[in-house]
């Protein structure tokens, strides 16, 4: 088959030992691993590698990733607070969902009973992120309520750190979260199966022995598919950073000013662009652009290819310092961030292929 481009390659066996790797990691602490596939819009493949490969619960924030997903036989959970408007759906298609809304939660128990249905709930509490999650001073009513609900059942507290306000996870913040698990547990007479006590941004609390005890699941997703944890950014030893590439094809080579000529204005995108006069330059235009990836992202493999910019289909290098002799129709390669990587995956127009 011929290959087309733009195209993202998907490497099959560095994905499913990325996966087993986070795996041991993480039963180190007794802790299981809730695989977030929404990076990759639930791709029904990708996600049976990573059940293949031992995990027993995902997580997505997208319902309608969920509802793809539905012949995977593993636990399945929402972990974007539920809309009213899909409670229908939630309660088909997930097994548990992360809340903070008593007023979600009594819909979700009123239409569970009025459909002889069951549904979990992970009471998220805000530790400090300012992301999604109760006050802590409020955790304990809102779990007294939910106990109350006769069509949910509490299952467990969950935290997320990093993702709003960039904070880090300690041992103190850690230690609080699970005082609110024993207080509830206790006072409840409640033993909690899924206490979620963050993401890929808690692996360093693992090997640093910082970790409390008692967390039973990380959400990871960032970790499995670019081998990466959060609060350094490093590449976790034993781990691959390069389960996906991202190849464009060459469709212009010129060599041009640096400086457009005539009045500038705005660009497509509604800024006002600066350029510095560099004299004329070596270009490639590739044939992807803004609306398929964020180029902020982007890595050349290539590092002496500088990335000048892009339009909505267009992407322009300069590669003027390059010991390489680019053509029309050579491939260009780049590594991703999690970010270019999420754009790539919602971009109909860039091709998947897995290797």
Same mark, same amino acid.
């Given at each position: 088959?011929k290959?087309r481009?733009?195209?993202l390659?998907i490497?099959?066996q560095?994905?499913?030992?990325?996966?087993?790797?986070?795996?041991?990691?993480?039963k180190?602490n007794? +802790?299981?691993?809730?695989?977030v596939?929404?990076?990759?819009?639930?791709?029904t /493949?990708?996600?049976?590698m990573?059940?293949?490969?031992?995990?027993?619960?995902?997580?997505d924030?997208r319902?309608?990733? &969920?509802?793809?997903?539905k012949?995977?036989?593993?636990?399945?959970?929402?972990i974007? &607070?539920?809309?009213?408007?899909?409670?229908?759906?939630?309660?088909e298609y997930?097994?548990i969902?992360?809340?903070? $809304?008593?007023e979600?939660i009594?819909?979700?128990?009123?239409?569970?009973?009025e459909?002889?249905?069951?549904? *979990?709930?992970?009471?998220?509490?805000?530790?400090?992120? /300012?992301?999604?999650?109760?006050? $802590?001073?409020d955790?304990?009513?809102?779990?007294?309520?939910i106990?109350?609900c *006769?069509?949910?059942?509490?299952?467990?507290?969950?935290?997320?750190?990093g993702?709003?306000?960039?904070?880090?996870?300690d041992?103190?913040?850690?230690?609080?979260?699970?005082?609110?698990?024993?207080?509830?547990?206790?006072?409840?007479?409640?033993?909690?199966?899924? +206490?979620?006590?963050g993401?890929?941004?808690?692996?360093h609390m693992?090997?640093?022995?910082?970790?409390?005890e008692?967390?039973?699941?990380?959400r990871?997703g960032?970790?499995?598919?670019?081998g990466? @944890?959060?609060? %350094?950014g490093?590449?976790?030893d034993g781990?691959y950073?390069?389960?996906?590439?991202?190849h464009?094809?060459v469709? @212009?080579?010129?060599?041009k000013?640096?400086?457009?000529?005539?009045?500038?204005?705005?660009d497509?995108?509604?800024?006002v662009p600066?350029? *510095?006069? /560099?004299?004329?330059?070596?270009?490639? +235009?590739?044939?992807?652009?803004?609306?398929?990836?964020?180029l902020d992202?982007?890595?050349?493999?290539?590092?002496?290819?500088?990335i000048?910019?892009?339009?909505?289909?267009?992407?322009i290098?300069?590669?003027?310092?390059?010991? *390489?002799?680019?053509?029309?129709?050579?491939?260009?390669?780049?590594e991703?961030? %999690?970010s270019?990587?999420?754009?790539?995956?919602?971009?109909?127009?860039?091709y998947?292929?897995f290797?």
């Amino acid at each position: 088959m011929k290959d087309r481009y733009p195209c993202l390659t998907i490497d099959t066996q560095k994905l499913i030992h990325n996966t087993k790797a986070v795996i041991e990691i993480c039963k180190k602490n007794n +802790i299981k691993v809730m695989a977030v596939t929404k990076l990759f819009q639930g791709n029904t /493949r990708m996600a049976q590698m990573m059940v293949d490969s031992g995990v027993e619960c995902i997580g997505d924030a997208r319902i309608q990733n &969920l509802i793809r997903l539905k012949d995977i036989k593993v636990e399945k959970a929402l972990i974007r &607070l539920p809309m009213l408007s899909e409670i229908d759906l939630l309660v088909e298609y997930a097994d548990i969902s992360l809340n903070s $809304e008593i007023e979600t939660i009594r819909a979700i128990s009123d239409y569970c009973l009025e459909h002889d249905k069951k549904h *979990k709930i992970v009471l998220m509490v805000d530790m400090g992120d /300012r992301r999604e999650g109760v006050n $802590e001073e409020d955790v304990f009513s809102t779990a007294q309520q939910i106990a109350e609900c *006769k069509g949910v059942e509490l299952v467990g507290l969950g935290v997320n750190f990093g993702c709003f306000g960039g904070v880090v996870p300690d041992k103190e913040s850690m230690e609080s979260f699970m005082n609110h698990v024993e207080t509830i547990e206790e006072k409840l007479n409640l033993k909690f199966t899924h +206490i979620t006590g963050g993401s890929s941004l808690h692996l360093h609390m693992i090997w640093e022995g910082s970790l409390p005890e008692g967390i039973t699941h990380l959400r990871i997703g960032q970790s499995i598919n670019l081998g990466v @944890e959060d609060k %350094y950014g490093d590449v976790i030893d034993g781990l691959y950073g390069d389960v996906y590439k991202l190849h464009a094809q060459v469709i @212009e080579k010129k060599t041009k000013p640096s400086v457009p000529k005539g009045q500038i204005g705005i660009d497509a995108f509604g800024n006002v662009p600066v350029f *510095k006069e /560099r004299g004329n330059l070596k270009r490639l +235009i590739l044939g992807i652009g803004r609306q398929d990836v964020l180029l902020d992202g982007l890595t050349p493999e290539d590092r002496e290819i500088e990335i000048m910019g892009g339009s909505s289909d267009h992407m322009i290098l300069n590669v003027t310092p390059c010991t *390489k002799e680019y053509s029309i129709g050579d491939i260009v390669s780049f590594e991703m961030n %999690y970010s270019s990587l999420l754009s790539v995956f919602n971009s109909e127009y860039v091709y998947k292929r897995f290797i």
